[in-house]
């Protein structure tokens, strides 16, 4: 319905263009000739002159404009466009003619001949035009306007340049002249008239009596002619309507198609539009998946954080032993449960604050002294300090190192004072069972020995056979006792008490005297090399560094044949001080190397020649040089001997 | 001239054992089991050696060192310290007291203490 109605009110619209046209055409002319005789009779030069510019800038632009409409307008049949050329052509002519004219007047007589020329020229297209307008009465009609003006125009000139050229400028002249030019024209278009209905009635100049008959016919084609002339008068209006109706249509339909093709263009952008809309949205929603995925993922790595997070401060909360970590530049970040209850600190009290405040407090001030050296962090290892009395505690400071940085120090307070007391209790119990076992064995042992050796009297053969098997039996004994107090010495070889710097020379020769008798008793050549050498002293459990050296150097002589040679070296090796102790014994076998260091185990080799051996002396030496963070290892071969080396750290180190 | 040696012990065994042993290489041998008492004994008997037990009840084995170290007159007389316990400090902690040389008891019997004894002395005599 909308549809409807538009091209009905576009159809209306042209409608009354075309109509408007029509009528102006009609107006225009004689509108302009009236304008034209006004001025021609009374205007000024100076009027003339605007006028005449007016009308010039108007021919052109009528022609512009004209070509505008008929480019703009492709609808326009041919027959339309021709027309309004037509029109067009025939007003610009006019003008243009008119405005030379007026020119003339003011600017130079030369222009005459032009304008003259033009008129004529306007006149010669009109006639050529004229079937194409209309009727041929309104074209005559035209056709004797045009010619009266001209006529009127070119009288006027005449009596112009007359005047001019006298120098004098007489108006009654030009208006008696324009008056006569006037009446000129009209006697010519009635004349004209006159001339076009005797030519209709030329068959009164024909015979009489055919006259009638010819007269009936006459009226009768008259009537025909008339009859015919309406018809072609309808038919050309009805044309005129089916050509603007056709014209209305086409544009209808040029609409229609321009609009289908608009909307088919806009669907296609719609649908092309639709489907990147989709790529977007797809786009947009595996973004967000994405996205989101992102997002979970750190929500997930956060979470980890946090239970990380929540852990580590867990751990060091509830940590067995005190801990307080600090930043590098020796600022107190956190002070553990366990240190706040043994140290009766307060973390708020202390927390952001440098380490030196801790020296408020008395318990931890003896490690303070241990932690800080020249106002600068100390890494120690296993400081002991005793915060108050009956009470051992070892302070060790760790650097934090991160990947890049250094993120801080962390020192830890442990508690040893149960450790040392069972190593009171361990010390004192071996010492005890060494005495209490021992004295009944070395009693029996020395009484047997005596009684062996005739002290007592003469005995017989049989009692001294019997007699020698009770002393074997009670060196057993001995023996077992031996490995009792070595096992519970395994244990203490993993802590160093008593630590002091000394030089391992006295340390040999006092092994070396402990085995004196038993080396005069086999013969063997034991010699110390490097007894007179300048070796760096070392920070040892002397007492335990000694057991380790005398197990080495007890197994040299146990296990070498009667006769045979130990050498032992002391040297230093890099910043380690080397003890080397080498036999030409019995050798270990390959199978037997392996398992060497390992608690209770004997060589097979080794139990043939001392049956009462523990397996526990190397499990032991080597628990005290790792202890001493020195180094034990050894070279043998079977049947040829053995060295063992092993290496403690100088002082200096 | 016959060397006089006292051997202080609380055991009763070990000191029959060692003067019988000791007697046996023609040293005179006195026995007391009193720290106290052996110091007298000592400058009273012109002992020449002195076999010491470290296993005196209630460690008095090592103040009869430390008073015989600080007596000008018995600081050189040596002093063969034998011992059950043959705990390492203890025997360097003799040593530093002024004992010449140890012996474990169960390592060694009365004719090996003997031998040391004869070696103190050469080694005295070696040195005089």
Known sequence: MEEENKTRLEKQILLKNIALQVRMRKLILPLLAIVLLFFNVFSPPVASTVLGSILVLFSFSLFFFAALYVKKTPSLSLSAIRQIL??????????????????????????????FPASLLSIFYLVLISPLLEDLYRTFFYLISWLGLTFLILLNHSSFVESVSARKFNTDIISSSSLVSIVLAGIAIFGVRIIISSTQDQSHWQSGGLRKVNQKLQNKLEEKDESIFQLRRELRETREILQIRTLARGKELKNLTKNFQKMLSKQKDNLQAEDERRNKIQEAQETTKALLNVLEDNEKDREKLMQEEELTTTIINNFVDGLIIFDPQGIIQEVNKQAQH????????????????????????????????????????????SPQP?????????????????????????????EKNIQKMKTDFVSIAAHQL????????????????????????????????????????????????????????????????????????????????????????????????????VKVDVEKIQLAIQNLVTNAIDYTPAGGKVVITLDQKGRDVLVKVKDT???????????????????????????????????????????????????SELGKGTTFYLTIPSSQS | M??????????????????????????????????????????????????????????????????KKSDSDLKKIPVLVISNAGQIGELSQAQELGATDWVLKTEFDPGEIAQKVKNIFKSIKATS
């Open chain 1, 86 to 115: 037509v029109n067009i052509i025939f007003l610009e002519l006019l003008a243009a003619w008119a405005g030379f004219y007026f020119f003339s007047f003011v600017v130079n007589s030369w222009l005459i001949p032009i304008a």
């Open chain 1, 342 to 385: 043994v140290f009766h600190i307060q973390e708020n009290d202390v927390q952001k604050q440098p380490l030196a405040i801790l020296q408020k407090y008395s318990l931890i001030a003896p490690a303070v002294k241990i932690m800080i050296h020249d106002n600068h962090v100390q890494l120690v290892k296993e400081k002991e300090f």
């Open chain 1, 390 to 418: 009956a009470m051992t505690m070892t302070v060790s400071i760790i650097a934090l190192q991160g990947k890049e940085r250094r993120l801080g120090y962390l020192a830890v307070f442990h508690d040893v004072s149960r």
């Open chain 1, 438 to 537: 021992r004295t009944p064995l070395s009693a029996i042992k020395w009484s047997i020995k005596m009684i062996l050796d005739g002290e007592a009297g003469k005995i017989s053969a049989k009692q001294k056979d019997w007699l020698n098997k009770t002393y074997q039996s009670n060196e057993r004994m001995i023996a077992l006792v031996n490995d009792l107090l070595n096992v519970s010495r395994i244990e203490e070889g993993k802590f160093l008490y008593d630590v002091q710097e000394i030089d391992l020379r006295s340390v040999i020769q006092n092994v070396l005297h402990n085995d004196e008798e038993i080396i005069k008793r086999k013969k063997m050549t034991v010699s110390f090399q490097g007894e007179n050498k300048e070796i760096p002293k």
């Open chain 1, 585 to 635: 014994g019995i050798g270990i076998s390959k199978e037997d190397q392996k398992k060497l260091f390992h608690r209770f185990f004997r060589a097979r080799n080794a139990i043939q020649v001392r049956a009462n051996g523990t397996g526990l002396g190397l499990f032991i030496t080597k628990n005290i040089v790792q202890a001493h963070r020195g180094k034990i290892w050894f070279e």
């Open chain 2, 2 to 67: 016959v060397k006089r040696i006292l051997v202080l012990t609380e055991e009763k065994l070990v000191s029959n054992l060692l003067k019988k042993r000791l007697s046996d290489e023609d040293y005179q041998v006195v026995i007391s089991d009193d720290p106290e008492k052996a110091l007298v004994i000592i400058i009273r008997e012109k002992i020449n050696l002195i076999v010491l037990d470290l296993d005196l009840s209630d460690l008095t084995a090592f103040s009869f060192l430390v008073k």
